[in-house]
């Protein structure tokens, strides 16, 4: 009895569409992604599980860290381009120094810087890769010349006449800072009668 052959079917399958669908996800993530932006004062934030995530604007954000000479810094970053604008505003008017408007859209456009407010124009004109190489000496904090205090006293007002909110405020230290250091900035948010603030642990903060 003759045997009956059967047919072979082909086994290559249509690629087609699985590269269609493969390359759009692609061109979907490169186009959503954002580069990150390298910090003035990287730190090494202590590990943490909370998960409270901070707000895009109406944050003021206080870095403590210690830079490539070993001393100790504090930078300062506002989130917000018009409460930037409106609180360097303020800071110049309070120090008798003057911003053009070039100046404060650059400065709007920035993120953390620490040095005095005399010497905040080098920085501003810098261009943002500069920025982060310049050897800034950090925000002064001593009890003559508390410039720190200011700026979180000017911005929390631009907060509200902008957006009528309480700025919020968070502290993010490096996870081998000294406390006393910790505690300096602690003091200034307790004489401007700052109770709640946050203390940023990775990508995360966690509510005091």
């Keep these: 009895m003759a045997k009956i052959k059967m047919k072979k079917k082909s086994t290559s399958t249509d690629m087609t569409a699985m ?4 390359f759009l ?12 932006v390298p910090e003035a004062l990287p730190v090494d934030m202590p590990s943490s599980v ?37 609180t360097l505003e303020g800071m110049g008017a309070k120090y008798g120094v003057t911003f053009t408007e070039d100046d404060k859209t650059k400065f709007a456009l920035m993120d953390d810087f620490g040095v005095p407010l005399t010497n905040l124009k080098q920085i501003i004109d810098l261009k ?3 920025r982060t190489k310049a ?31 309480e700025l919020k405020i968070a502290i993010k230290g490096d996870a081998k800072e000294q406390y006393p250091q910790i505690k300096k900035i602690m003091d200034i948010l307790q ?18």
């Design 19 to 22: 590269c269609d669908v493969a």
């Design 25 to 36: 996800l692609l061109t979907f993530f490169i186009l959503t992604a954002t580069a990150k």
């Design 50 to 86: 909370a998960q409270t995530k901070l707000p895009d604007s109406d944050l003021a954000i206080i870095t403590i860290g210690k830079g490539a000479d070993g001393k100790s810094k504090v930078f300062f970053d506002l989130k917000g381009r018009e409460i930037r604008k409106r």
């Design 128 to 130: 943002a890769a500069d």
């Design 135 to 165: 050897n800034q000496p950090g925000i002064p904090i001593d009890s003559l010349d508390n410039q720190l205090k200011d700026w979180l006293l000017v911005s929390r007002r631009a907060s509200i006449d902008l957006d009528d909110k």
């Design 191 to 208: 004489d401007q009668k700052i109770n709640s603030f946050n203390l940023v642990t990775g990508t995360r903060g966690r509510d005091f």
